[in-house]
């Protein structure tokens, strides 16, 4: 389907698409990802919603800034409210997958608009930390001085490993990273700050956000956030259980009740 075009605060063009009718849901695939992601999903959410999955700026059919301070969090927090603005939707559920989870937890806490929000895969806490802290400032001091040595005419392509030659060749580098090296900089989320009721659904092999949801189980009652465990999945795959993951959403989204009802964390239906 061919991408419709919202124009963010900054100017940069953001991609999406928009099928079905009723309230709005809203998708954020992950990084290095597209909102194509969601094309399993989009038939079965489309029945019930108007559902709108847009390509984050720097992924996808959006522009591609090539700076870190064009990834900022306000900066990618415009750009969801702008393509609700261009779709005429005021208020919106929100279900972000990795990257998209990052992203809609600090939409969740700053904006009203968000009705109800499906976070998946991704811990609370600091924009980055641990492993994935560690690999993007690996690949930043890695890249940084190659890149520059490229500006002045310094770079010898035969000095470089065929990865990066390969990488550096699909022209993605400067941007990819741009939204890596912003992510640094992120504030703290915690499930206390969420204004909205949210289910936070984690692969039980997720290391990161498994160790993040065990320390928090005892005091998720006390906020709007309930936790599901997608019993032997990893965070690659946590979006690969189609019909259960749909299912257990449009349930989420669609009942007054909380989903789970019970104490966390939980195990997914078999």
Known sequence: MVASVAISV?????????????????????????????EPYRERLARSFLTISMDLRGHGESDRPQCAQAYSIARHCEDVLSVAAACAVEQFDLWGYSLGANIGRFLAV????????????VPFGAGVEGEFRAFIERTRDHWTPLLQARAVGRLALEALSLQDRTWLATGQVETTLAWLTAMLD????????????????VGSEN???????????????STEVRALVLEGLTHAAELSATEMLAATVLEFLSSDRWLPAAPCPLEAPR
């Open 10 to 38: 900054d100017g940069s063009r953001i991609a999406y698409q928009v099928e079905g009718s009723g309230s709005a849901l809203i998708l954020l695939h992950g990084g290095f990802q597209s909102r194509a992601i969601w």
């Open 110 to 121: 700053r904006s009203q608009r968000v009705r109800r929000f499906v976070m998946t895969g």
């Open 186 to 201: 992120w504030p703290t989320v915690i499930p206390e700050d969420l204004r909205c009721r949210t289910l936070w659904m």
């Open 207 to 221: 290391t990161a956000a498994m160790h993040d949801l065990r320390a928090r189980a005892q005091t998720l009652q």
